[in-house]
Structures are given as structure tokens and as C-alpha cells.
């Protein structure tokens, strides 16, 4: 999905050289969230708390000129950070996770239209996994912060622009902006009503400076881009949770870790239910059966697509005697 929308995709490495932690600021900033470091061969290295600082990276091993925008580049990146072991909590809050983080370099007029395809990608995304109600909020300037007033408030409107042009609404949090940028936050709602923290798009003005991020324009004059920070799931173990707690563990069919197992109702059935290509053909009856997938739920606790009583029992049932039809018909052919 990434990839249509045209982000590059990355994969950087874990660890940095700490040097990198001090020109992005974390180890002035951030240390109390960062592992220690090691020391190999004399110099000292840091296991990631972010994957920005690479992406920036990436961007900087070249000169950009202003017809190059945007640049879009993502990953699936796994960051650690050293949480209180009293703060640990199931898939919620662990250690080291993995986002899908991404950053956007634009040029100032072309924020809106960005802020605008995240948006509608973060929608294509979570309505796939059933979350179709959103609280938005957006959080602007703190009293202390980077950057001038005007690129707050040119980057604030278009964050704006482009909610308005999304037709959500959305909550102003005013002053709650982080000092680096104005941004866009997302809580979804699950199937009780409570509501999760999820996607994130924060604009930053701050890493922009310290790395020296230029482009060159129109007049061969060095300016600094837009840069974006943005997850639609965030940490992919929280959304796992959040998912969890969603379905209450009975997930739709393409979701379910366990989608069919095959059960012999007598020993007699042993032998043919073991054949290989038994689960293919399970798929060819659901198929047959026109059953929408992403309506049929399944158990997720490994009892299997009909051994599960509750509340699609029917659908189980069905799927059930068709098997059982066709594997009489087939034992028929066999010993014709
Ligand atoms: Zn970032």
C-alpha cells in the first residue's frame, strides 16, 4: 500500500554510533527512554528509541532540488526503549516495538495535499480492520517551541485545510502542540465504545535544523523542506492489543492465526482428513459457498472453523455438512 502512494521502502539498521543520538537531540532529550550503550572497538553505540535520525539519513546522501518533492520513505521499523519495568504492560507497552513509521520531506505548498493522502491512507488501512470511528484532534503552538510564527501558522492551517478538506472533524487542542511542530493525532474506537491512541502525523521543524536539512530552489538559493513524522498504527504490538480487545479474540477469518483446521468426527476419518491438500479443499467449499471472508469469524482459540458454538455457529454448521457431503460423495467415487 506503501509502495502505491509512493513511499520508498527502508530498512535501516538497528543500532548507530552515538554521535547520531547527539546531533538528533535524544541523548540531550530523550537518554531516560534510551538502553545504555556499548562500547565496540573503542567507540559507543546506541540501539535505536527512533527510526527518524535514519530516514534523515537517507535523505541527506544527496542534494535535493525543489523538483524532487515529495520524498516519501517508510519502514517497518523496530525501536527500543528502556520503560520502566513497572510500566511494562502486555502488548500495550513493551520494550522494543516495531512502527510503521514514514517521513514526508515536502515543500511548504505541498503539505496540505500530503497531509491529505495520510490521512485517506490511514483510513484505508484501519476500515480494513473493522475501525471506521476516529477522534481527531489537532494540537497546536506550545509557548515554547522551534520555528518561526509564520511557518507555525502557514503549517498549522494546512493541517487544517486538509482535515476540512477530509470532511472530519476534529478537536483543537490549542497550545498542545510538541515544541518541534503542530500535529495530527487519532484514537480509534473498538466494539465497547473505549477509545486508542493509533495514528500520529506531527510536523517537525526541529530535527530540520540540526541535521541542516536543505534543498535548493527554483533560484538556485538553499532552503529547508517540510518535514512530516507520521504511523497510522503506530506500534504494530499495541495495535496487535488493540485488535485483541476489539474482536475479543474472535477475529475475522483472514485475520485468525489458525483460519481452518480440520477435525475427523470418528477415527474413520482419520486417513482422509490427513491427505494432503485437505485444507485446500476447505478453502474451495467457503468458496463455493460464496462466503464473504472478512464477514465470516472464526474462533481464535484453536477450536477450529466448526467446532466454535458461539455466535456464528450456523455459518460453522454449513461449512460443516458441505464437507461431509463432499467427502461422502468422494469416499463414494473411491469405492466405485
Ligand atoms: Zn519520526
Known amino acids: 500500500m506503501c509502495v502505491l502512494r509512493g513511499y520508498y521502502l527502508l530498512y535501516t539498521p538497528h543500532v548507530a554510533k552515538a554521535d547520531l543520538w547527539k546531533i538528533s537531540g535524544h541523548l540531550d532529550f530523550y537518554k531516560e527512554n534510551m538502553y545504555h550503550q556499548m562500547k565496540i572497538k573503542e567507540e559507543l553505540y546506541q540501539l535505536r528509541p527512533m527510526n527518524c535520525p535514519y530516514h534523515i539519513l537517507v535523505y541527506k546522501r544527496k542534494l535535493h532540488s525543489y523538483w524532487d518533492f515529495p520524498i516519501r520513505v517508510a519502514e517497518l521499523g523496530t525501536v527500543y526503549r528502556y520503560e520502566l519495568s513497572g510500566s511494562l504492560h502486555g502488548l500495550f507497552r513493551v520494550r522494543g516495538f516495531t512502527q510503521d513509521d514514514a517521513h514526508i520531506f515536502c515543500l511548504d505548498d505541498q503539505i496540505k495535499d500530503e497531509i491529505r493522502g495520510v490521512l485517506d491512507l490511514t483510513e484505508e488501512i484501519l476500515l480494513q480492520f473493522g475501525f471506521g470511528k476516529y477522534e481527531v484532534n489537532l494540537s497546536t503552538r506550545p509557548e515554547k517551541a522551534v520555528g518561526g510564527d509564520d ?34 493525532d487519532l484514537k480509534i474506537e473498538d466494539a465497547l465504545g473505549r477509545k486508542w491512541q493509533c495514528s500520529t502525523i506531527q510536523v517537525d521543524f526541529n530535527l530540520l535544523q540540526r541535521f541542516d536539512i536543505t534543498y535548493v530552489d527554483s533560484n538556485s538559493k538553499k532552503k529547508r523542506p517540510i518535514m512530516i513524522h507520521r504511523a497510522v498504527l503506530g506500534s504494530l504490538e499495541r495495535f496487535f492489543g488493540v485488535l485483541i480487545e476489539h474482536y475479543a479474540g474472535d477475529f475475522p477469518l483472514w485475520l485468525c492465526p489458525i483460519q481452518a483446521r480440520v477435525l475427523p468426527v470418528t477415527d474413520t476419518q482419520v486417513d482422509s482428513m490427513n491427505r494432503p491438500g485437505i485444507l485446500l479443499e476447505v478453502v474451495q467449499i ?44 468422494r469416499l463414494q467415487r473411491a469405492q466405485r
Open 286 to 329: 467457503l468458496t463455493d459457498l460464496d462466503l464473504t471472508i472478512t464477514k465470516a469469524y472464526i474462533s481464535s482459540d484453536g477450536g477450529g472453523w466448526f467446532m466454535d458454538g458461539s455466535r456464528t455457529q450456523g455459518l460453522h454448521q454449513r461449512w460443516l455438512e458441505e464437507l461431509a457431503r463432499k467427502e461422502c460423495e
Open 151 to 184: 511557518i507555525w501558522e502557514k503549517t498549522t492551517f494546512a493541517l487544517k485545510d486538509a482535515l476540512d478538506d477530509k470532511g472530519w472533524s476534529y478537536q483543537v487542542d490549542e497550545g498542545g502542540g510538541a515544541f518541534y511542530g503542530p500535529k495530527i
